[in-house]
């Protein structure tokens, strides 16, 4: 209770000053006049001032019908203009360096000479973009992103990996995944699924945070990456349909279409996307059992050939209005159902020593999975002046379904072949979860440079999962109390959060400090195997963050960065489920209900040279760290969370862009890491560690003609990582696209073209045991991808000014 009360004379102290302060305000102003080349009037259109060091949009504003703009309340800086409009060529201005209000020389545009008809304005974004607290990725500057899904543009995206089963690690430590700000709450094959079934076309950005500002939840020790999706809000009523057709060994296809329409005080947006699957896995697992000295025993030899097929929807479609100038409302809904099938045939084989031929066990797992999730967000925003003070409340409600059936049906056959029994185990596994959400933030900028951001939020979740399996032998139906179980459990955060910047010259600072508190119960409900169990956690942390970017010159040619961050990693919901799930008949997934969060202190230091090249050096060690893990008990192969004792990454990246010719842009991302673990394990201490490197290479070249030819590539060396030891990891993707009209592009690309991304590696530290694993997948594919925007976007129609920042919004999941 005296924390929330200091929480709240916070809130209101701050509330105080900004009272106060509020008619102090002395900002600067960047003003002048715009016209045609002739002189006409261009009065109603858009002008972009952009921040010269890392193109950040600041503010829009538009131009009176006299010529006259201007834009207030900025802070010293280097800026750029942008002006883009119908009729005219694109106008951008060299670095403006800004220390004290400013008058322009009048800007005059050059007509294009085209038909308004004919004409579309494209101005091709960068591929990455540097900020003081995260990297951009722009999706659709990546040519072979065209008709992928949001997990294929993520394994593209500079500094991410995709592991085993879909984990998500950036800088060699798993990630937490954020849709617009939101979490997703997912882990393992839910997460990998819901990755997969988003169309790349609905994807706008992708935001990599190693150490994410106080404003975010502290959770998530690899740091976040933020997927923002696309939002239009042009006025009138415009939109885009994409379709595309993926064909690998099996054909598929990813489409969606989007639309906004705006006038007046309403706008109202959305994207819906359909698409299917139809994909195969070819998984080796072998496992060479060993006596005391090393030599082997018998041998275990294993192949999956996994058939993925399904559909896709979702949808997210949202309305805002305009109360008053300074006063937006609105509301939001997400949705997304899949239904997918896999059929698996897998063949067990079991050997002597020798390897000659013991016992084969044939079985055909078939698994039916309906998802659904759906979503709803009311959200206020109010700008008290043109200062930028801003309020803004976000209340959410999630709910997923998840409901998979699944069948083993096992046939054991001795050497000779002759059929030594058979076995049927079928399961029923319904699951719901339920989140709820309020946050409220507010930013308030003072005179200098100086700004204050502050908020609070609650979360409640609440899950249910069920599992029932039968046993069926000789056609009798027996319930498998082992694996049969019934799990709930809750869990209510509680956050407050304030966060400042400022601007000392050359100097920026952004510090922050958030405060967290989790309480969580789980609870096991008996049967006859079992008696009822419960567990209750309640902690918890402060989390400071620091950012401090100093420009060595006043253009900003040399800038140097160092940042610092303290992160929490809460255990999935999934995996504190203690259920015990079979993947086949010899391989189990085993939840752990008394996983502990774990903590990473992390720091970064780089250096940027021109916005073009920037080469960081990464430090972090993470107490308690939660990876998989695996234990082998009588042949039985058991794969669960576990926490590490402690994990220090250490790394070195170089990420650069370069143009040597108008029609050739080449850019590079090279990282090398170092992982140490050290913890307690099954088979006694456990000490790895290990060094790799990856590069991520894209050539680009503009021949001409609205022709755009991209090749790009990955490499990943052998990684070292607990318990496990992925083998190299490489591919190459070409693509071409050709602009037909101003509206219409097509686009060719053939993913991993000689096939050679395969998931391999070695498991270690088993009692006893040897194991391998190899992951041939459906990833050589040829992709034609057909884009079509549309829309008319009414001259006379104004938009007030906004200081282009997008509002601070619920964490909830999407």
Known sequence: MKIKFKITALMITISSITATFATAQNSLILSGKVYGNTHQSLGGNTIYLYNALDSALIKTTLIEPEGNFKFDNLKRGTYRLFISMMGYQPYKSNVIVFSADTTLP????????????????????????????????????????????????????PGVNIGQGGAVSLKGKEATILIDDKPTYLSGADLEGYLRSLPSSTIDQIELMTNPPARYDAAG???????????????????????????????????????????????????????????????????????????????FLQNSYTRRTGSNHTAKVGMDYEVSDKTTIGVGLTGLYRISKQEAPVSSRFTNAQNDPDSTVMADNIEKTSFKNAGINLNYRHMYDKSGRELTVDIDYLRYDNHTDQSFDNRSYLNDGTLKGNYLLTGNLPTGINIYSFKTDYSHPFENGFKVETGLKTSYTKTDNTADYFYTINEIKIPDYVKTNHFLYSEHISAAYVNTTREFGRLSVQAGLRL????????????????DSTFKSHYTGLFPTLYLQYKLDTTATNVLSINYGRRVDRPYYQD????????????????????????????????????????????????????????????????????????????????????????????????????????????????????????????????????????????????????????????????????????????????DIFHSYVNAGLINNLASTRADYRNISDTRTGVLSFSYRFGKVPDSQGKRNTNGAESEQSRVKN
């Open 221 to 299: 020790n690899g740091g976040i990456i933020n997927i923002r999706t696309k939002k239009n809000r042009k006025r009138g009523f415009n939109g885009g349909i994409n379709l595309s057709y993926i064909q690998g060994k099996y054909g598929r296809t990813n489409n969606s279409f989007t639309f906004n329409y705006r006038n007046n005080k309403v706008n109202l947006f959305g994207n819906i996307g359909y698409s299917t699957t139809n994909t195969y896995n070819d998984l080796d697992i072998n496992r060479h059992f060993e006596d005391i000295n090393g030599a082997t025993l018998s041998n």
């Open 516 to 531: 967290e508190n989790t309480v969580s119960n789980g609870r096991q409900l008996g049967n006859l195997y079992r008696t």
């Open 106 to 157: 009048i800007i005059y545009l050059q007509q294009s000479g085209l038909n308004l008809k004919e004409v579309a304005i494209i101005s091709q974004k960068a591929l990455v973009e540097k900020k003081i607290d995260r990297t951009i990725i722009n999706v659709d500057a990546m040519l072979s992103n065209a008709g992928g899904t949001l997990l294929e543009v993520l394994e593209k995206s």
């Open 576 to 751: 504190l489920n203690p259920f015990l799930s079979p993947l086949d008949k010899f391989t189990y997934y085993v939840g752990n209900p008394f996983l502990k969060p774990s903590y990473t202190n992390a720091v970064e230091l780089s250096h940027t040279y021109k916005s073009n090249f920037t080469t960081t050096l990464s430090y972090s060690k993470t107490q308690d760290q939660v990876n998989e893990t695996i234990e082998i008990v009588d042949g039985i192969y058991y794969s669960r969370p576990g926490n590490i004792g402690k994990a220090i990454t250490k790394s070195l990246s170089v990420d650069g862009s370069l143009d040597p010719f108008k029609w050739l842009n080449f850019h590079f991302y090279g990282e090398l890491t170092n992982i140490h673990a050290v913890s307690a394990f099954y088979t006694g201490p456990l000490d790895t560690k290990g060094t790799f490197f990856y590069l991520k290479p894209m050539l680009q070249f503009k021949p001409g003609h609205d022709w755009i030819i991209q090749i790009d590539g990955y490499y990943q060396s052998k990684i070292t990582n607990v318990q496990f030891v992925a083998a190299e990891q490489k591919r190459m993707n070409a693509a071409v696209s050709k602009k037909l009209s101003p509206n219409t592009t097509v686009k060719m690309v053939v993913n």
